[in-house]
Each structure stands twice: as C-alpha cells, then as structure tokens.
C-alpha cells in the first residue's frame, strides 16, 4: 500500500522538493531508498511545528483580544506586545508536578489526554496549504477528519472516568453527548459541499472554487451550509458559547479537573490545535482555500507572465500559503470575539439546537443542494 | 524487500497483535470499562487493517461507526449506570467457564480449518485505490439497492422506537385494547407522567 509517498511542498508541476531532495542526497552517495526515508519524516515534522506555532499565536490572539475587549492592555512586557507570553505559559507547564490523584486510574488517566491531541494532530494531513502543498492527498479527505474527530470523545470519556471525581465524569459524559450530536449536521453540511465538487479530496474542494475568485467561493452557493459548519465546529471546539463541558461555574472545570502540568497542556494543546484545524477547514471548504480574492493567473496573464515560470510559481505557492493562513485567522479572531461576547447556553439548549434545528435545516440544506445541481449543472457542480 | 513492503509486514504485524489480544482483553478482563476501551482499540485496528488492504473508505467509515458511535454511546451507557458492587456468588462459576471456553476454542478450530482448506486467490484482485469510494456508491445504488433501503428502513424503525421510547407523556389505558397500562413501566412515580385519556387518544400517532 504504502508505495509512494505523495509529496509535500511542490509548488506546481514545476519545482518538485521531494526529488531534489532525494536526488541531492543520492549525489551524496546514499542509496534511494535512504534518502527516500530520510525525507519522510520532513512534511510530517514541518506540519507538526506548524500546528505548534499556530497554537502559539492562537494563544497570544485570546490573551491580546479578551484584553481589548475588556478594556485592558493584555500581556505586555514578556517580549515585544507580551509575543512571548504563551511561551511562557508553555514552559510554566511543563515544569508543572505531574500530578496524578491517589485514587485514580493511573492508565487511563494518562492515556485520556493522548487520545484527545493525537486525532487533531492526525486530521492536518488533509489540509492543503497549495496545490501540492498538503502532506498527503487521499482520496477520502475531508471524511477521513470526520471519521478521527470521533475518535476524540473516547479519550475525553476516559479522562473524565479515570479521575474519579465527579464533575470530571459529568464533563466527560457532557463532551461525549455534545460531539455526537453535533458530528450529523456538521457531516451533513459538509456532504452538501462535497456534492457540488463530486469529490471527498480537500484538493479537488478547493479547485472547484477556484474559477472566478472570490465569486465562485462555496460561501456564496452554500452560505446556510457554512452557518451550520461554523456552528458546529465551535461546537466540536467545545469553545464558548459552546464550552459546556467544562462550565466553571457548575463544574469546575470539567473532566480537566483534575489534570496538572503536561497531561493539562495536552488538553490545552489539543482544543487549539483543534481550533485553528476547524478554521482552516472552513477555509478550504467554503472560503476558497489558498485562492486569491482574484484569480493569480489573471495577474500573471495581466502582468505578462507565463504561470509556468519557476519564480512565478514560487511567488503563487507563498501568496497561497499566506492566503490559507489568513483565512483561517480571521475565522480565529472571530471565533475568539464570539467566546468573549456571548453568554453560555445551557445543555438542553445546546442539545435542542443540535437535534431539533441544525439537523433538519442541514437535511434541508442537502436536499436543496441536490436539486439545485440537477437544476443549474452549471453553478452548483455538474 | 522495499521499504513498502517491510513497512506493510511491520505495520501487519503489529495491528494483528492489537487486535488478537485486544479481543482478548475485551473477553477476558473483569473490569467492564477496560473492556469497552479495549473495544475501541480493537475497532481501530480493524480498520487499520482496511487500510493495509486498500479500503480506506471502509476504514473511515469503520472507524467513524464503529469506534466514533457504537463504542462511545456503550462507554455512555457503562458510565450512566456504572454502580459499583459486589457480584453475588454464582454456582459453578469454574464449570461454566471451561464449557464457555470449550465452546470457543471449538468455534475457533472449525474457522482455522476453514481457513487451511479453502483454495484462496492469491494474489487478490487489483486494488481500485481511492477510485473505490466512487463504485461503493454505485453499488449501493444499483445492484445492492434493495438491501439498502431494507437498511434504511430498518434504521427509521429503531429511531421512531426510540423518539416513542424517549417521550414523557403515557396515556394511562392502552390506545388500542383500552386497558390499563402497566404502571410497572413508567419510571417516576411522583410525577404527573400520566394523561387522562381523553380526545387526546386518536391523537397518538400525529404525535408520534
């Protein structure tokens, strides 16, 4: 199965790194297959730095808009506008005492936390930051993070039972609820887009939109599909108003209750990482991915450049890079705005918004999608 | 031997291992929350083993079924009722475990012979990769179609089961025999859960 490793960080047909990568080292004197395993850890590394650094921003972005919002200043003297804070705040756990409770199940209570982070850091194999710039484009994309998110509630029902404390079972049943009802229009939302682009591949989402820029975007065609996709996301989040699991005020803090140190930061890890996956993926499925506002090869054309050209194919690989990442920051920062304006909903709330009004309207939505396409072939996908 | 087939054999090697002793785990530990965890761990590598042979949509769809909805709604129900209490004693325990596991180790001879001397095609057929997503659905929607429905059916059945199990409001004498309802059944006893049966009775299944 495993025959070929699809390459990361080509940018376009033109410049393949995998193979002068491999073909240096080879000149070297290493063997193919040497050099071939050599390069393999490379994308997978670069992606998980990339997950790390994000969730870095991330944090310095909660920190620096809650104080705006609130009318204060934020982090400020840890580095230039307090940007060394979340590293801080990182080391600080990691120095933290590994607290494990007497009475707990040791097993579980270590295994929990790994169950929840290693899912969402899976799920950044189908994000694609360019054409070839993805780690791995298979063919089930976008249902291959549907099917790892639903591995999460397992580990957040094992941290919560392993604690052996009572708001830590509540939080980890409420979380287990809170994720199933949410996964059916979530998956349904994003079924409707995967219609109209008759493909699963984040690759091939992406391309669907990319004929007229910002016009041909999915938000356009599917604007109802993407309300429900960023609710339920922020839901899957369990970010407020969503953030139910682990409501202070009634439960302490949910099943992280009882969590100190790293075991706590993988948790903390994990919830933004899963954050700034959620953003991205609203990106690539409804805001066009690494298109530009206007379609580069216009540019190009307009500026009498062929879009073959290395240097004209480096120049469109970053703008693409920078666009993705811009998206999903601004879905971020909207996210971040939502969870310092709104007030929490209460569980039967959540739970009548999952089954009673998202999953008919994100049916609804489905159904309309397909009549449309058989409609108009022409706008919503042949 | 390339490096993808020794990554296969390694990977092979290692899910078969989880797997056999998953199972295992799941039968044989006497702590029924360790069980469905070791479920959730056998569900896995039963769909990594889809994946070794191609079938990544299946392992998807195994994965998000199986370990993202059947096990998380059974750790659910072991967490909601989970009281722990001693089992009383129960006659013959040894007896009844030799039997059981003279009936397993049975079983298991009867498919390993199966096994040995069924001619299998080897090698298998050319797998289809990711076009294989593509010819599930034409399957289902052509020649497998009936089943598919049958299915659908089945599944609107449970749920409409569940939404009359879920519901409150009882009629107090049963709607089509007009006799008492079992009083046995109705969970709470302090509160009103009970509707006289009035008009409301010809009204049963537009609620429903």
């Known amino acids: 199965m495993i025959t070929s490793w699809p390459d990361l960080a080509v940018v376009g047909p033109g410049i393949d790194l995998q193979s002068s990568f491999t073909s240096t080292l080879e000149g070297f004197g290493l063997s193919q297959g040497t050099a071939y395993l050599l390069w393999l850890p490379l994308p997978m590394l670069l992606v998980l730095v990339a997950a790390v650094i994000g969730v870095l921003v991330n944090v310095w972005l909660e920190r620096k808009i809650s104080a705006a919002v609130q009318q204060r200043i934020g982090p400020e003297y840890a580095g230039a506008l307090g940007v060394l804070q ?5 080391l600080k756990l990691l120095f ?7 009475r707990a199940d040791g097993l579980l209570f270590t295994l929990g936390p790994v169950l929840v982070l290693v899912p969402v850091i899976l799920s950044w194999l189908v994000v694609p930051f360019g054409q070839n710039l993805l780690i791995s484009d298979v063919g089930i ?8 998110s639903s591995i999460q509630p397992i580990g957040l029902l094992m941290s919560g039972y392993a604690s052996n404390n009572k708001y830590s079972l509540l939080g980890g049943l409420r979380a287990a609820a809170q994720s199933i009802s949410y996964e059916i229009p979530l998956a349904l939302a994003v079924l409707a887009v995967v219609m109209m682009s008759n493909s699963l591949s984040t690759v091939d989402i992406v391309n669907q939109q990319s004929g007229a ?47 100190a140190g ?30 530009f506002p206007f379609p580069v090869e216009w540019l190009a054309a307009a500026l009498g450049q062929s879009v073959d050209a290395p240097l004209v194919q480096v120049i469109t690989g970053s703008l693409g890079i920078v666009m993705t990442v811009l998206k999903a920051y601004l879905l971020v920062f909207i996210a971040i705005l939502l969870r310092w304006t709104l007030p929490r909903v209460r569980i039967d709330q959540l739970l009548d918004l999952g089954w009673k009004f998202l999953l008919p309207i994100a049916l609804v939505n489905l159904l309309v999608t397909a009549a449309l ?8 996908g042949g | 031997m390339t490096i993808a087939s020794v990554t296969q054999l390694v990977c092979f090697i290692a899910l078969s291992l989880t797997l056999v002793l998953g199972s295992l785990g799941v039968v044989l530990l006497p702590n029924i929350v360790y069980s469905a965890f070791l479920l959730a761990g056998v569900f896995l590598s039963v769909a990594g083993l889809y994946l070794l042979l191609n079938a990544s949509f299946v392992a998807a769809a195994q994965v998000l079924v199986y370990v993202g909805a059947v096990n998380v709604l059974i750790l659910f129900a072991i967490m909601l009722v989970n009281k722990k209490e001693a089992m009383a004693e129960i006659p013959g325990l040894l007896l009844r475990r030799v039997l059981s596991g003279a009936v397993c180790l049975g079983l298991f001879l009867l498919i390993l012979r199966v096994d040995l001397t069924t001619p299998w095609a080897v090698p298998g057929p050319i797998p289809l990769g990711d076009d294989s997503t593509v010819l599930i659905g034409i399957h289902l929607f052509s020649d497998y179609l009936l089943p598919f429905e049958l299915a659908s059916v089945l599944l609107l059945m449970a749920m409409i089961g569940a939404i009359v199990l879920a519901r409150r409001d009882v009629f107090s004498s049963d709607v089509i025999t007009g006799e008492a309802a079992d009083q046995g059944l109705i969970e709470k006893e302090r509160t009103p859960l009970l509707l006289e049966s009035t008009a409301g009775e010809t009204n049963l299944l537009e609620k429903v």
Request: include cysteine.
């Open chain 1, 96 to 102: 933290k005492e590994d607290v494990i409770p007497n």
């Open chain 1, 86 to 90: 979340p590293m801080a705040d990182g």
């Open chain 1, 373 to 380: 396409k058989l409609a108009f072939p022409a706008f919503f």
């Open chain 1, 141 to 148: 994309g976008v249902f291959l993070w549907i099917a790892l």
């Open chain 1, 262 to 291: 790293m075991k706590f930061a993988l948790f903390y890890l994990g919830s933004y990482i899963n954050l700034v996956l959620s953003a991205l993926l609203v990106a690539v499925l409804y805001l066009g991915g690494w298109g």
């Open chain 1, 213 to 259: 820029g910002i016009l041909s975007w999915n938000i356009w065609r599917q604007p109802v599909g993407f309300l429900i996709f960023w609710i339920c996301a922020l839901a899957e989040c369990e970010r407020l108003p969503f953030d139910l699991p682990e409501a202070e005020e009634e439960l302490v803090a949910g099943y992280q209750t009882e969590y």
